[in-house]
């Protein structure tokens, strides 16, 4: 039976929350306010560029932390899984 080794590059698989974005819909002129996931764990106010409304962001329950530890606790699944592959 023949072997073949795969070399796998499995950084870089990581979800920032300083980085990534969410949609939050202004209550009062219901454009969409592109905010970070950490501004939403950190409950920041922020201002619509549209109608000058400030939005208090609320993160119920700290859900937003939960979404993020999960997203990147799959993140190292998968990184787990790619490097067993190259092995």
């Not at 795969?6 to 592109?34: H, M, Q, W, Y």
């Not at 208090?56 to 979404?67: I, M, P, V, W």
């Amino acid at each position: 039976m023949m072997s073949i080794k795969i070399k796998v590059n499995a950084r870089g698989l990581e979800f920032d929350p300083e980085r990534e974005t969410a949609p939050v819909t202004c209550p009062e002129c219901k454009t969409s306010l592109g905010v970070t996931f950490a501004q939403i764990q950190r409950e920041e106010t922020v201002t619509c560029k549209s109608c000058n409304t400030t939005v208090k962001l609320k993160d119920q329950g700290h859900s937003t932390a939960k979404a993020v530890a999960d997203i990147n606790k799959g993140f190292d699944e998968l990184r787990t899984a790619l490097e067993d592959l190259g092995r």
